[in-house]
């Protein structure tokens, strides 16, 4: 493992969201849940590796009170700080107005310290 943290949670089932299957809406548009429950650990970083080229926002909180985490994508795999509260509702959403489509994107959310 690493000094960032123990995994936590990944995306509900299908796990890999495919957004030629599940498009990731753009920003004006609701965000689209990708984890119903986080669990009972905070999540300080969000591990990913992105495919679509494009910057996803990550939000938190309950549907039409969403709060923006952090922002992940970019076609590059990498770690982020975020802060979520434990048992948050996790959804996304482009950073621009246009859906995402294209590509695939897989998420680790991770807890603090060593497991």
């Keep these: 493992m690493s000094s960032f943290g123990f995994p936590i949670a990944f995306f509900d089932p299908p ?4 957004a030629s299957v599940t498009p990731i809406p753009g920003s004006g548009s609701s965000p689209l849940q990708v984890v ?16 679509t080229g494009d910057f996803v926002g990550v ?33 996304l959403r482009s950073m621009t107005s246009t859906a995402i489509t294209n590509g695939n994107l897989f998420c680790t959310f991770l807890g603090q310290g060593w497991k």
């Design 15 to 18: 796990v890999v969201l495919n």
């Design 36 to 51: 119903a429950n986080l669990g009972t650990v905070a999540n300080y970083y969000v591990n990913y590796i992105d495919s």
């Design 59 to 91: 939000y938190s909180g309950p549907s039409g009170q969403e709060e923006l985490v952090c922002v992940i994508g970019g076609g590059t795999a990498s770690i982020v700080p975020g802060v979520i509260a434990a048992r948050s509702r996790i959804s």
